[in-house]
């Protein structure tokens, strides 16, 4: 079974830092739309950031010209740069692939367990 290994993670001043990682485990062939989402205590699940096999990135508004998204397909990895963090940033971070291929199985919506971001003022 294919997992998502997320880290990272921890806790920090606002105005702080913080870079997550998130790599499936196992051998992957091909790796589709990889992305971040955030649950905050209390909150529903929501949509952080995602990037294309290409490169093309996405943003939550409130994130833009904060957050960077990058992957590196060939060590199938995710990153999300985090800076000038705010204390509304803080939650629990999944890191979610829309579709992966190991050999010819293809699996849908693969989801990590979770890194705590916590920002203090």
């Known amino acids: 079974q294919v997992q998502l290994v997320e880290s990272g993670g921890g806790s920090v001043q606002a105005g702080g830092s913080l870079r997550l990682s998130c790599a499936p485990s196992?051998?992957?062939?091909?790796?589709?739309?990889m992305g971040w989402y955030r649950q905050a205590p209390g909150k529903r699940r929501e949509w952080v950031a995602d990037?294309?096999?290409?490169?093309?990135?996405n943003y939550f508004e409130s994130v833009k010209g904060r957050f960077t998204i990058s992957r590196d397909n060939a060590k199938n990895m995710v990153y999300l740069q985090m800076n000038s963090l705010k204390p509304e940033d803080t939650a629990v971070y999944y890191c979610?692939?829309?579709?992966?291929?190991?050999?010819?199985?293809?699996?849908?919506?693969?989801w990590g367990q979770g890194t705590q971001v916590t920002v203090s003022s």
């Open positions: 990037i294309s096999s290409d490169g093309t990135a």
């Open positions: 196992g051998s992957i062939f091909s790796i589709n739309v």
């Open positions: 979610n692939v829309d579709w992966l291929r190991i050999g010819g199985q293809i699996i849908n919506d693969v």
